[in-house]
């Protein structure tokens, strides 16, 4: 079946850099996007979403940019900090589906 | 509001027991998803729980099932448990009524951590 990747695995930045999350997704029929941040020894904690009719969306120090020509998600972290460290996970849903289909995770390294 | 709370936080079985977990989802929520972590093969959906009935199911076999109380409030058993099934599970709700609402947003417990030896 059609899946949610990650590009990079692992991803090492330092503390006061910005980060940049990336995720491809195959289903054209996905509307609806989700980040999840999971920290040790936690359950994934939502993050920011980001439906279809958008390009881009903001929270606080998180951008969500969404280019559906080429099925590309990404999640930027604006001055990331050492309490940024987790592994992130990129979900889709498509319209109909109450179960999102979630990435395999892209772990964050903040370096003091 | 409380999160959402599974219990235990970890357990140890043997090959061939079986298990049950608790998850108690956030007040509200009528809907409770089952996910299994490892890190092989990252979060993989197991089934969800909607009003006591199971509204939709994961590729997994028979000896995962769960249930779902009046109160929202679920259960996962494992049967005849194997080396493999040692995973992270996680419980996830949400308030689980229109699909393309805001209420599709996913809050997940802690886990249960499963050893299998």
């Known amino acids: 079946g059609e899946s949610v990747g990650l590009h990079l695995p692992t991803l090492s930045v330092q503390e006061g850099d910005n980060s940049i999350i990336n995720c491809a997704y195959s289903?054209?029929?996905?509307?609806?996007f989700i980040w999840y941040k999971q920290e040790s020894g936690k359950g994934p904690q939502f993050i920011i979403d980001i439906r279809s009719n958008m390009d881009k969306r903001q929270g606080q120090r998180v951008t969500v940019l969404l280019n559906k020509t080429v099925k590309h998600l990404s999640l930027q972290i604006a001055a990331t900090q050492p309490g940024d460290s987790a592994v992130y996970f990129c979900a889709e849903k498509s319209g109909g589906s109450y179960i999102p289909t979630f990435g395999r995770g892209t772990s964050l390294i903040v370096h003091p | 509001k409380a999160g959402v709370t599974q219990t235990p936080r970890y357990l140890i079985k043997t090959r061939g027991q079986q298990v049950t977990l608790s998850c108690s989802p956030i007040?509200?929520?009528?809907?409770v998803s089952w996910y299994q972590q490892t890190p092989g093969q990252g979060l993989q959906f197991l089934f969800e729980y909607f009003s006591e009935t199971q509204r939709n199911k994961g590729n997994f076999p028979g000896r995962f099932s769960g249930r779902q109380f009046s109160n929202s409030r679920s259960e996962m058993n494992v049967s005849t448990l194997e080396l493999g099934d040692s995973a992270l599970y996680l419980c996830a709700s949400s308030a689980g009524g229109r699909v393309d609402s805001s209420n599709e947003k996913l809050f997940f417990g802690s886990g249960t951590q499963l050893s299998v030896l």
């Open positions: 007040s509200g929520h009528r809907s």
């Open positions: 289903n054209s029929a996905s509307d609806y």
